[in-house]
């Protein structure tokens, strides 16, 4: 039997509802609709001309489906999607093999600061989380920096942790000049928790090879929690070498 995604616009929410059979139609916060994996993941597609918003593995029932749904914010309409069902079974779904972490196919719990449910429960690790937040995440010693710039002025970094203006701190920097700090697990985090209306620039600079010859760095703009850009980026030019990854406007 097909089944079908069915999205309804409610206010300023969004209810997302998924009919598994012909007798029934479930939220996917309803009891008995569990998401076996890490974490839903929200992404920009230029190719759909929207987001993206995608949870990996869900389960009903005994059965195991993932979701896709994709929203257009031109004319503020939801595109209807099926749900699919790529794990038919327990142990291609929710296991560690079948993925088991954020935007792989569902399965262990989440442990990696690149997860929002993960960082929100590891403020230590991860960095505090606020209305606005700037993320990296990658795993060797080598040195990344994270930097945050405010209307073109308010720089946050780390010899600058603090803004006055916009609030935001860096709270983590991780291996600082491999010496400080030193993790194969690095994050650096910098959160507005109240960000005033403006443009926010990311950059991710490479500062000091401690190792490896390059770096895959998951960078991230969450805002109120929640991913809203996202791309993998390979850092290799060393001697605090920066390039821009990710502009965010707060009107």
Same mark, same amino acid.
């Given at each position: 039997?097909?089944?079908?995604?069915?999205?309804?616009?409610?206010?300023?929410?969004?209810?997302?509802?998924?009919?598994? &059979?012909?007798?029934?139609?479930?939220?996917?916060?309803?009891?008995?609709?569990?998401?076996?994996?890490?974490?839903?993941?929200?992404?920009?597609?230029?190719?759909?001309?929207?987001?993206?918003?995608?949870?990996?593995?869900?389960?009903?029932?005994?059965?195991?489906?993932?979701?896709?749904?994709?929203?257009?914010?031109?004319?503020?309409?939801?595109?209807?999607?099926?749900?699919?069902?790529?794990?038919?079974?327990? &142990?291609?779904?929710?296991?560690?093999?079948?993925?088991?972490?954020?935007?792989?196919?569902?399965?262990?719990?989440?442990?990696?600061?690149?997860?929002?449910?993960?960082?929100?429960?590891?403020?230590?690790?991860?960095?505090?989380?606020?209305?606005?937040?700037?993320?990296?995440?990658?795993?060797?010693?080598?040195?990344?920096?994270?930097?945050?710039?405010?209307?073109?002025?308010?720089?946050?970094?780390?010899?600058?942790?603090?803004?006055?203006?916009?609030?935001?701190?860096?709270?983590?920097?991780?291996?600082?000049?491999?010496?400080?700090?030193?993790?194969?697990?690095?994050?650096?985090?910098?959160?507005?928790?109240?960000?005033?209306?403006?443009?926010?620039?990311?950059?991710?600079?490479?500062?000091?090879?401690?190792?490896?010859?390059?770096?895959?760095?998951?960078?991230?703009?969450?805002?109120?929690?929640?991913?809203?850009?996202?791309?993998?980026?390979?850092?290799?030019?060393?001697?605090?070498?920066?390039?821009?990854?990710?502009?965010?406007?707060?009107?």
């Amino acid at each position: 039997m097909k089944r079908y995604l069915f999205v309804l616009l409610v206010g300023l929410g969004l209810t997302i509802g998924c009919c598994f &059979s012909s007798a029934s139609a479930l939220s996917i916060l309803d009891s008995g609709v569990t998401n076996q994996g890490c974490c839903a993941k929200l992404d920009w597609s230029n190719a759909a001309g929207g987001w993206i918003l995608r949870i990996p593995c869900l389960e009903f029932q005994g059965e195991y489906y993932g979701l896709e749904l994709i929203y257009n914010p031109n004319n503020t309409t939801v595109m209807e999607f099926d749900l699919f069902s790529a794990w038919p079974t327990n &142990s291609s779904c929710a296991s560690t093999s079948g993925g088991g972490t954020c935007g792989g196919g569902g399965g262990a719990t989440c442990t990696d600061c690149s997860c929002p449910d993960y960082a929100r429960t590891h403020p230590t690790e991860c960095g505090a989380t606020g209305k606005l937040n700037f993320r990296i995440t990658w795993h060797d010693k080598n040195d990344v920096d994270l930097h945050g710039i405010y209307n073109g002025s308010e720089h946050i970094y780390y010899s600058h942790k603090q803004g006055s203006t916009t609030g935001g701190k860096l709270d983590v920097d991780a291996n600082a000049g491999c010496s400080s700090n030193v993790t194969t697990r690095p994050v650096e985090n910098i959160v507005y928790a109240n960000p005033p209306a403006g443009e926010y620039v990311m950059k991710v600079c490479g500062y000091r090879s401690c190792g490896s010859s390059s770096s895959s760095v998951t960078a991230q703009v969450l805002v109120n929690g929640n991913v809203v850009q996202e791309k993998t980026i390979t850092v290799s030019t060393w001697g605090n070498h920066c390039v821009e990854v990710f502009r965010q406007t707060i009107r």
